[in-house]
């Protein structure tokens, strides 16, 4: 298990928002924290440290007036961290080598690969070629739906018809060299983790002995943090944003590392 950061931008700044309240019209979303620093303060915070596998996500789409704010933050913090982070947001095969290029270690993408609901092969085919399978980071990111978790795509709002699933996870992990997967419905409320999901996912490591999971949502506590590493078999890694005391939360920085690596 290890621990992976997170540098959420939003509307050109570095924030923690409920993942459930993003919108993409009026480029809205309920806020947790703003920082007063910039991108590239958390990337060398995150190099200072020794943390690789952190990853950057872009939250306003290609056509908000904010995205290229979000871009620059970004490329601050790509250049402030060369090879430790990944990002995403708006990724696809025309921009995935600039990110690269730029310092990122993998490129993360959804919605590029899910469309109309379903896994599209060709642009999953096009970007391996174009990036190769070790720089790419598959974010299956989810949410409950009639008992089943589904893959949800742009800013968390469309639900595809993919779900999370052994079958699914089989399929995917030979285009990829992480997933990165949100609990949506409880990412930034600091109540606590998907169990479930989290149960799901340390099995699924545990048979295939397949690739890096990273689960992000809900984490709160230091008993959360435990009783991720129980349930996910010590397989799974975390991101925790909103109760870091980095960002405005009460789990302190240093106390979550220890407790991740010991």
């Not at 993919?162 to 992480?178: A, F, N, P, R, W």
């Not at 545990?206 to 009783?227: F, K, M, N, Q």
């Not at 980095?246 to 240093?254: C, N, R, S, V």
């Amino acid at each position: 298990m290890e621990f992976r950061p997170c540098i959420d931008i939003h509307n050109g700044q570095v924030k923690q928002i409920v993942g459930s309240s993003l919108e993409d019209r009026g480029d809205l979303a309920r806020e947790n924290f703003v920082a007063a620093r910039d991108a590239a303060y958390y990337a060398q915070l995150y190099q200072r440290n020794g943390i690789r596998g952190g990853h950057i996500i872009l939250l306003n789409p290609a056509s908000s007036p904010y995205y290229e704010a979000d871009r620059a933050q970004a490329m601050g913090a790509l250049a402030a961290y060369p090879g430790g982070l990944q990002i995403g947001g708006g990724v696809n095969a025309d921009n995935a080598a600039e990110y690269l290029e730029a310092g990122a270690s993998h490129v993360i993408v959804t919605s590029y690969v899910f469309q109309d609901g379903r896994i599209h092969m060709g642009n999953l085919d096009k970007l391996c070629r174009t990036v190769g399978r070790e720089h790419l980071v598959l974010d299956l990111s989810c949410r409950m739906r009639n008992g089943c978790y589904y893959i949800v795509t742009d800013r968390w709002q469309r639900f595809t018809d993919e779900t999370v699933d052994d079958s699914t996870l089989d399929m995917l992990k030979g285009y990829c060299d992480e997933f990165l997967i949100h609990a949506v419905d409880v990412e930034g409320k600091s109540q606590g983790i998907e169990e479930a999901l989290v149960r799901q996912l340390g099995e699924w490591c545990c048979r295939s002995g397949g690739i890096a999971v990273t689960y992000a949502g809900g984490v709160h506590s230091y008993e959360d943090i435990g009783l991720l590493k129980t349930l996910g078999d010590g397989q799974v890694n975390v991101t925790i944003g909103s109760a870091l005391n980095l960002f405005g939360g009460e789990l302190a920085f240093d106390e979550v590392l220890e407790r991740i690596r010991e």
